[in-house]
């Protein structure tokens, strides 16, 4: 949990400002090789960057605030989506605005394989 905790911070701190979000309605998506599916009643902004050379399949971990106070965003999942792969977040209707990002992991090796960040606006 803390060897996680430590490439979670230190990977999103690195690619923080490499991170391009991308405006998403509500139950938008995000085209890319990976999508991006935001469950959502509020509008959100999304972005998913996965490192050269990484395959799949993945993992992904809660997505968190830079204001460990505010709950992370646990319900991530990979889906399959109009025949490819699709990472679907759900973001509670109570979800704080703010910023969240979080490690995706290779689930053959368990190293970091990218980035996604979702950022819930305020109501």
């Known amino acids: 949990q803390q060897t996680l905790q430590f490439y979670s911070d230190g ?8 991170l391009r979000l991308q405006p998403q309605q509500p ?9 991006v599916q935001v469950v959502s009643s509020r ?31 646990g ?3 990979f889906v399959r989506s109009g025949g490819g792969t699709a990472l679907q977040v759900r973001v509670p209707n109570a979800q704080p605005a703010d910023l969240y990002m979080g490690v995706i992991a290779s689930r053959k090796t368990g190293k970091p394989a990218g980035v ?6 305020p109501a």
């Open 75 to 77: 319900d991530a999942k």
């Open 43 to 73: 509008q959100t902004e999304a972005s998913i960057q996965l490192f050269p050379g990484a395959t799949g399949p993945f993992d992904v971990y809660p997505l968190w605030s830079r204001d460990r106070a505010k709950p992370p965003l």
């Open 27 to 35: 139950g938008g998506g995000y085209p890319s090789s990976i999508s």
């Open 116 to 121: 996604v960040a979702i950022q819930v606006l």
């Open 11 to 18: 990977v999103l701190l690195w690619l923080d400002p490499f």
